[in-house]
Each structure stands twice: as C-alpha cells, then as structure tokens.
C-alpha cells in the first residue's frame, strides 16, 4: 500500500503573529475580567435595578416597579440625613486624627534605636487584624462594670463614676471614632515613614549646616517632599472610612438610637436586619455617587501633585 | 561628619533624647495595650474576670477559656477556624492564579482600553462592601449557593482581585523583557516563558501577595454574615459575632476566640511585612 504524499506548501499562518499576540494576551484577561463581572459589575447593575422596586425579601407579594419611590423615601427620612451627617463626624474625626498620631508615629519609628524592627511589626498589629476583633477587644475595654478604661480613669481621679460609654448618646461616636483611629494609625505610620525613608540625608545635612533648626528642615524640607504620599494616603483612606461599616456594626450596630449610625451601616442594616433590598439599592446608589466623586476627585488631585513635582 | 561642627538647637536635644524614649514607649502601650488585655483575660477563670475591685493579672492563669471556645457545642470554634481556613486558601489559590495571568497581560501586552481597564481595578478596590451584600445575595439565592464555601469564595473576590491584579501588575513591569525574549527565541511558547522565566523571578512578590489575599480574605465579615445561615458554615468573623449574640456574652470564651483568631494572622503579617509596604507605596511615592 502505498500513499501519496506530496511535498505540504507552507501555509501563511492563518492568524496573523500579532494578531495571535493580542488574542493571547486578552485570554490572559478572561478569568479575571469574569470574576470581576460576576462579583461586582452585574451587581452594582442589580443594585441600580433593585433601587427601582418595591423589594423586601419577605414581602414577595408586594415586589412591583416603583419607579424613583425608594429615593423619594430616602430623600424623606430624616434617619439618612442624620447619617449622613453623622458619616462626616466619623471619617473627619477618625482620618485627622490617624494623620497626626501616625505621623508622629512615623517620626518615631524613624529614629535609629536597638529593636527597632521589632517594634515597627509590633505597632503594625492593630492594623492587621480582623475588624470584628478590633470592635470586640475595644467593647471589652469599654465596658461600663469590668472594662479597665472605667477603672484606669477612676483610679487615675479624672473620672468619678463608671460610664457605658457605648450605649450613651454623648459618647458613643467618640468611642467608636477612638477605636478607629487606634485601628487606623499603623496604615499612616506606614505609609509616612516610606516617604520619610525617601527624603534623601545630604537635604537635612545641609540645611543643617545652613543653620535650620529642627522644626524649620521638618517644615521646609519633610512636608513639600512628603506632600504626594499624604495627598495619596489621605484621599484613599477618607473613602476606605466612609464605606467601612464592620467596626460599628460590631460594637454599637448603629445606637444608640442612631447616634453612631453612618451612611454604610445604615445601608448594612437595610440590606442585612430588615431584608428591604429595594431601599438598601437606593442607598447603595447614593454611597455609589459618593465613592464616585470622591474618586473623580482624588484623581484630579493626585494628578495636580504629579504636574507639580 | 560636618553635622558635629553644628551646634545642635535646643528642640533638637529635646527630640532626639527623651521625647523619643517617651514617645516609642507611649506608642508602643497604645499600640498593645488593648491585645495584652484581652490575652490577660484570656487566662482568667470566671471568678477572677469578673472580680470587683478589677483585678488585672490573673493569679491562677487557665487555657480554660481556649478549651472551652475550641470543644463548645453551641459556637463550635475549631469549625469556624477549619471554615475560614479552607474559604481563604482557596480563595488565596484562585486569586493569585487569575491576578497572576491578568498582571502578566497588562505588564506586557500593548492593548486597547489598558489604562482604562487598570483604573478600573484601581475603582473597584474603592468600593463599598456593603453596597454588594444585597445584590450578591439575590445572585446566590437564585443559583442555590447559600450557605456554601463557593458563595464565600466568590464574594471575595470582588476584593481580593483587583488589589493582587494591581501588585502583580508591579511586580511583573519591574523584570526585564529580554529573558523572556530571549526564550521564546529558544521556541518556549508564551505560556512558557511565564512559567519557566517570569513566575520564578516575581515569586516572592506573588508570595506576598498570595498571603495578602489570604489575610483580607481572613478578615471578611459582612459577606460571611450574610451568605451563610447554618452554624457549621460560619468563618471565624461571623463565628466570633454569633458567639456574642448567644445569650449574654461571655467574655472568656469569647477572649480566647479573639486571641485564636489572631494569632495565625499576626504571624503570616510578620513574615510579609517588607513586601507589602513595598507593594502599598510603590504607586504612591512614585506620584
């Protein structure tokens, strides 16, 4: 038996090399592309629909198209202004004051001293761990009979009765901020001291030779340099805040009587306690836009201190 | 040495002698302080925790309130721990084989919508959890996946993915070109080159990232609250929020959790430390 075969004419391949390329280089995106579809495009276009409808989960019955009525009740509940108000307490209050004590921090832990790798992963941990134990530890040092805050301060003469403090009006936004910015410092203290680790020796020395002290090099020298890495740490951790919603939804659930409720939580509650996916759209939307703008914001920002340098 | 020929102002004496001593130690008590509180409790008995006057060290330390927290059948502790072990391996497994593939792509290949497609994963890393709970759930209810590891395992990944993508992209720009090039002159194909050339040389950076994953993943409550429903589902987040919703709270089981829970985090934490930092400010000092 014998075959025919003659001499295969080589073939244009039938796809172009660069053509292949970019086909290769696209199927590298796929898996990633669908993961991002899956978990967070489609459903923040769920969202938007949800928005739409009459939808609480144990309410099939009454599940119909109500236009824009979810946001002409948001727009109507003074609970969401409250908490929307109360989200700017929380993210100004907890941002400013893990920008000054994690600088501080920063400048510390740049000093030349025995152990100081040691101590850096140590500050670190509040950082690191989950915000459900971060909220459980602090509930713990808060509470009113076997809290040691209470005991410390008493035996300490600045305070003469016990206070709870999460479950007073007053106090409980302070109290849950204060965690925060404990929580919070590390991640400036990072941050700051890699910037800090960038200013080149030669800029101090000779402006130490030209006689500035230390407060005038931190203020002529530190600061302009470390002017991006602050715009870019601030920016990101003012959003990071307005969305968290683990730390207060561990330790006071929004209350007492909404004292401690921001926009995220509120959000949580909709979604999670009182299964009404139909508001918890809207809201999700309105935290949407505000991530948005923020973001827009941030950009321009960012790009500002880049045209700059 | 010129700085010795200064003489060195009066603030500068203060800061560089007892203002640091002072400041370290203060921030090092506030840093810790509140773990080794909750470690202290941790040893306690019932009586010694809830002792009036406070009473701060424990005279008679007991692993008491570990074994109870581990062996309990009502907030069984050793499943919550093996739950959030199996959901954050295999989320950290997935995550970095997709970030891995999907870095590559965008260090290397010249497409249409790349710079676009990045600032989206940059967008997504900004997005509100909460704002997902609802529709995610909707989706896992609608293909069954309630009270399973996949609805976790997939929910995580709305957040680890875009920041591994972001780090891989990093990682990946900083090798060079050639000694893939010159690989695929040698007839590697291009799948090729990345594992035999590529992969090897970022390996620490994707190791970092990998335990990165895994250590966010850790953390996750909100979605593990909400997509699971049964006791033996929940992770070490959930578990420890469950156990302070059973009846009134018990502070010295509950301790225990706080402590077991995190423990292998600080540990994993320890160990990449470097990298991160690295991989956290590298986009923003270059700014």
């Not at chain 1, 921001?262 to 009404?276: P, V």
């Amino acid at each position: 038996m014998t075959t025919l075969s003659l001499p295969r004419p080589r073939t244009r391949p039938l796809i172009s090399w660069r053509v292949r390329k970019l086909l290769i280089g696209y199927s590298y995106l796929v898996p990633a592309a669908l993961c991002m579809l899956a978990t967070v495009v489609v459903p923040i276009i769920l969202a938007i629909k949800m928005s739409l409808y009459a939808d609480v989960l144990y309410k099939p019955q009454d599940y119909r198209f109500i236009g824009l009525g979810n946001y002409v009740r948001l727009v109507q509940d003074p609970v969401f202004w409250l908490t929307l108000w109360n989200s700017v307490v929380w993210v100004f209050g907890s941002v400013i004051l893990q920008f000054v004590f994690g600088f501080a921090a920063a400048l510390l832990l740049q000093q030349a001293f025995r152990g100081r790798a040691l101590v850096r992963t140590l500050t670190l941990l509040p950082w690191i761990i989950p915000g459900v134990v971060v909220g459980l530890i602090w509930e713990w040092l808060y509470q009113p009979n076997y809290g040691v805050i209470n005991d410390l301060l008493i035996r300490a003469g600045w305070m003469h009765e016990r206070v709870a403090w999460l479950s007073s009006p007053d106090l409980a936004m302070a109290a849950v901020v204060f965690t925060n910015v404990w929580r919070g410092i590390p991640f400036f203290a990072i941050m700051l001291l890699a910037g800090l680790q960038a200013v080149p020796d030669e800029l101090y020395e000779a402006a130490h030779v030209d006689g500035a002290g230390v407060l005038e090099r931190f203020w002529h020298i530190t600061l302009p340099l470390l002017r991006p890495i602050i715009v870019v740490a601030t920016a990101t951790r003012i959003i990071w805040t307005f969305n968290y919603a683990d730390l207060i939804f561990v330790m006071t659930g929004g209350g007492p009587a909404n004292a401690t409720q921001i926009t995220s939580t509120y959000t949580l509650l909709q979604a999670y306690s009182s299964l009404d996916f139909g508001y918890a759209g809207a809201l999700s939307v309105v935290l949407l836009l505000v991530m948005l703008t923020f973001t827009a914001l941030y950009l321009r920002v960012t790009k500002g201190v880049e045209e700059t340098e | 040495m010129t700085r010795r020929h200064v003489p060195r102002d009066l603030a500068e004496r203060l800061l560089g002698g007892p203002v640091v001593w002072i400041g370290l130690v203060l921030l090092t008590a506030f840093a810790l302080g509140p773990f080794i509180w909750m470690l202290l409790t941790s040893l306690k008995d019932r009586q010694e925790l809830y002792a009036t006057p406070l009473q701060y060290l424990p005279v008679r330390p007991t692993f008491e309130n570990y074994v109870d927290a581990w062996t309990s059948p009502v907030t069984p502790f050793s499943r919550f721990f093996l739950n959030s072990l199996w959901v954050c391996s295999v989320t950290m497994v997935a995550t970095t084989a997709v970030s891995v593939l999907a870095g590559y792509a965008i260090a290397r290949f010249r497409f249409a919508g790349r710079d676009a497609l990045l600032l989206i994963f940059l967008a997504t890393q900004m997005f509100p959890s909460v704002l997902l709970i609802a529709p995610l759930l909707t989706q896992w209810r609608a293909l069954g996946l309630v009270d399973t590891y996949q609805a976790l395992i997939y929910s995580n990944f709305s957040f680890t993915v875009p920041f591994t993508v972001w780090m891989m992209v990093g990682y990946f720009s900083s090798i060079p070109r050639d000694l893939e090039e010159s690989a695929m002159i040698d007839g590697c194909n291009h799948f090729g080159a990345l594992c035999r050339i590529v992969l090897p040389l970022a390996a620490p950076g994707i190791a970092a990232t990998a335990i990165f994953a895994f250590v966010v993943s850790w953390s996750e409550l909100l979605f593990a609250i909400s997509f699971t429903t049964e006791t033996s589902m929940r992770t070490l987040s959930a578990g420890l929020l469950y156990m302070v919703g059973q009846y009134e709270v018990q502070w010295g089981p509950l301790s225990a959790g706080v402590i077991l829970s995190t423990v292998p985090v600080a540990v994993l934490f320890s160990f990449l430390q470097r990298h991160l930092i690295h991989g956290l400010t590298a986009g923003a000092v270059k700014g």
